[in-house]
């Protein structure tokens, strides 16, 4: 059996894949480009993909092709109706990162409720050297207790972060922006209240007809000016120069951002134009990436892989 990976710097340098190598002959490419995938998966038996666009323009050629694993929960690089055609099978993976964006998420909350950026600085500074008192109130900052946490999305991570937020004393409420049904034990309100009554929203729904550009300036505006807005779900769910524009404005307070409409980020990008760091905090879609959720992944790609070839 042939295993190709095509783009294997998705997964990070420090993960251990040689379970893979007891499979077979093994194939590591760190990135691929659509020209370059036909003739490097020729004669694979099975391609671990990430980004990679799986069609008929750069799979039609790999006769021997039997799987395809996406190192990902979403598989919108996947034309499955031509994999079916082929009798392709393929699998991607959920749940592997739960813990990981939680944890990101209320890193991401702390440091913009906070204000960590403004302390680490004022004392790296030497500002703190010889104050005139032992605290400092220059940046004022309020507890998470008391206030209300709105969730957009309440899968595995949104249910989480629930239970992390209600751990410190935040009120939890969520909506559904496909319209699915109330889920037992938890706060289901509309769009429109949790948008109006929120102090801190985390978006952790799927892209899709419902979510694209769900965030726009109309959203932005129904939020309180004291919101926090936290998106750990993809990019295009935020409308960017609507954002932008009401950071600008002080239409919210703040918003962290693990993801982007383009990833690595466009230089057109109107979200640069933000140079506050209490405003905007943007991390480079590493809430997925701990070191336990990367090695959590490929550990159940390898069993996929066995069990599709009871091995």
């Known amino acids: 059996m042939k295993i190709v990976f095509l783009d294997a710097k998705t997964i990070g340098d420090d993960i251990d894949l040689s379970g893979f190598d007891r499979l077979g002959e ?4 760190g990135f691929s480009t659509s020209e370059q995938v036909p003739e490097r998966i020729r004669d694979a038996d ?31 690089n996947l034309d499955k109706e031509y994999l079916d055609r082929r009798g392709i099978a393929w699998r991607n993976v959920a749940g592997y990162s739960t813990q990981s964006v939680a944890q990101h998420t209320f890193a991401m909350l702390f440091y913009l409720l906070e204000k960590l950026r403004y302390y680490d600085d004022y004392v790296k500074e030497g500002r703190y050297v010889n104050d005139t008192v032992f605290t400092h109130f220059e940046e004022r900052f309020f507890e ?7 969730i957009i999305g309440l899968g595995d991570i949104g ?4 239970s992390i937020a209600e751990a ?3 009120e939890v409420v969520y909506a559904s922006p496909s319209g699915g049904k109330p889920q037992e034990g938890y706060h289901q309100v509309d769009l429109e209240t949790l948008l109006a009554t929120s102090d801190i929203i985390s978006v952790h729904t799927p892209l ?18 004291s919101c926090i807005l936290l998106n750990l779900a993809r990019g295009p769910i935020v409308v960017e120069e609507d954002l932008a524009r009401a950071l600008e404005e002080g239409t919210i307070r703040a918003a962290g951002l693990d993801v982007l409409s383009v990833e690595p980020m466009s230089p057109e990008n109107p979200l640069l134009r933000i140079k ?8 480079p879609h590493i809430g997925w990436a701990s070191v336990e959720a990367r090695t959590r992944l490929m550990e159940i790609i390898l069993m996929q892989v066995k069990e599709f070839f009871q091995m």
Request: hydrophobic share 40%.
């Open 276 to 283: 506050d760091s209490r405003k905007l905090f943007i991390t």
């Open 159 to 162: 249910r989480q972060v629930a």
């Open 208 to 225: 899709n007809r419902y979510t694209q550009g769900l965030i726009d300036g109309e959203a932005l505006g129904r939020m309180k000016k």
């Open 26 to 29: 093994v194939v590591k490419y």
């Open 168 to 170: 410190f004393g935040a």
């Open 144 to 150: 998470l207790a008391g206030k209300r946490w709105g």
């Open 46 to 76: 099975v391609i671990i993909v990430n980004k990679v666009q799986v069609n008929e323009s750069t799979i039609g050629g790999a006769g021997n092709l039997k799987l395809v694993c996406v190192t990902a929960t979403g598989t919108n």
